[in-house]
């Protein structure tokens, strides 16, 4: 849910979705929701405490990042709308694809006590998140030509709060 989160939020941004672009961040979403549950799988609990105690903020540093930049995009209108650079290419993509994975790291280390089949559910995992992430970029994009700059603020809203549910989920749950 939370790839579908950003993805519309991205489509949002965009305005104009070609295929290249959902297929890039799709994959890049697939790919990191696969391989995150896999990663903590193999760490084990050896790991675990030591990501645990850090996870929470990168993802919340890089979620509200990416958001308060969209809301400043937006406020200041379309002539700005291109500043950060397309959101599904390069270190924008990457670090929005580990923030919206990082948390299957965890579920991975509970996977490893339940001896689960890690690759089918790692697979299946990963095609969801993909599927997800084409689905909400469209949906974004067209969200974000009726409702326009209005719809790119609310997306850089809707980073932030992810970025602090992030933070609340381990404190409170913890």
């Known amino acids: 849910m939370d790839a579908l989160a950003v993805s519309v939020a991205v489509g949002v941004k965009l305005c104009q979705v070609n295929w290249r ?4 961040m799709a994959g890049a979403f697939g790919f990191f929701q696969f391989g995150m549950p896999l990663i ?3 760490a084990g609990m050896t790991v675990a405490d ?3 105690s850090w996870d929470h903020w990168v993802a919340f540093g890089l979620l509200t990042g990416v958001g308060m930049h969209m809301i400043w995009s937006g406020w200041k209108g379309k002539e700005n709308r291109w500043a950060a650079g397309d959101p ?3 270190l924008l993509l990457l670090s ?3 923030a919206t994975s990082i948390d299957a790291l965890a579920v991975g280390v509970g996977f ?3 001896q689960a089949k890690i690759w089918m559910t790692a697979a299946l995992i990963g095609l ?3 599927t997800m992430t084409a689905m909400g970029i469209k949906v974004g994009c067209r969200l974000g030509l009726v409702f326009g700059k209005r719809m790119e603020i609310s997306g ?3 980073l932030v709060v992810m970025g602090v549910k992030f933070l609340l989920e381990h404190y409170f749950t913890a």
């Open 96 to 98: 929005l694809a580990v």
């Open 21 to 24: 672009q959902v297929v890039r």
């Open 128 to 130: 969801v998140a993909a």
């Open 40 to 42: 903590g799988w193999l």
């Open 112 to 114: 490893s006590f339940l």
């Open 88 to 90: 599904t290419r390069g």
């Open 50 to 52: 030591k990501i645990h």
């Open 156 to 158: 850089g809203v809707i």
